[in-house]
């Protein structure tokens, strides 16, 4: 009975070694596939994060209002002021059209002097968080 019971143990242990022998752990290999279009779109976004940096910077404030009015000063302000860049940001209830991008109160003070001539209730800001 003794000796039964050790065979039994024997072939058991045989075949779950030849058992694991043959089976294979996951490899690592992976291929990802993503859309041309993904890869586009993260770098346009990073672009615009680059553009809306407002909170470390100076800027000016052209206007606030309604959406389409918002738009219509900032394009009014880039025909006029080709080489400064300007955007609209959303705070509820109004939009604001900010431009500029000031790394000094120097240099925005300078810019709002000028800006002023044609858009006289700017106002010089510097964004919080």
Do not use: C
């Not at 900032?74 to 900010?98: C, H, M, Q, S, W």
């Amino acid at each position: 009975m003794r000796n039964l019971a050790f065979q039994r143990l024997i072939k058991i242990t045989i075949i779950t070694s030849f058992i694991s022998i043959s089976i294979h752990a996951q490899e690592g290999k992976t291929t990802l596939n993503q859309n041309e279009k993904f890869t586009e779109l993260l770098e346009e976004k990073a672009k615009i994060n680059a553009n809306l940096s407002i909170n470390d910077s100076y800027k000016i404030q052209i206007f606030y209002g309604n959406s389409s009015d918002a738009k219509n000063q900032l394009n009014a302000f880039k025909r006029d002021f080709k080489d400064i860049e300007g955007t609209i940001v959303y705070t509820n209830p109004t939009y604001k059209v900010y431009v500029g991008n000031y790394k000094s109160r120097l240099h925005a003070e300078k810019a709002l002097l000028e800006i002023k001539k044609k858009y006289p209730t700017s106002l010089l800001i510097k964004p919080g968080k």
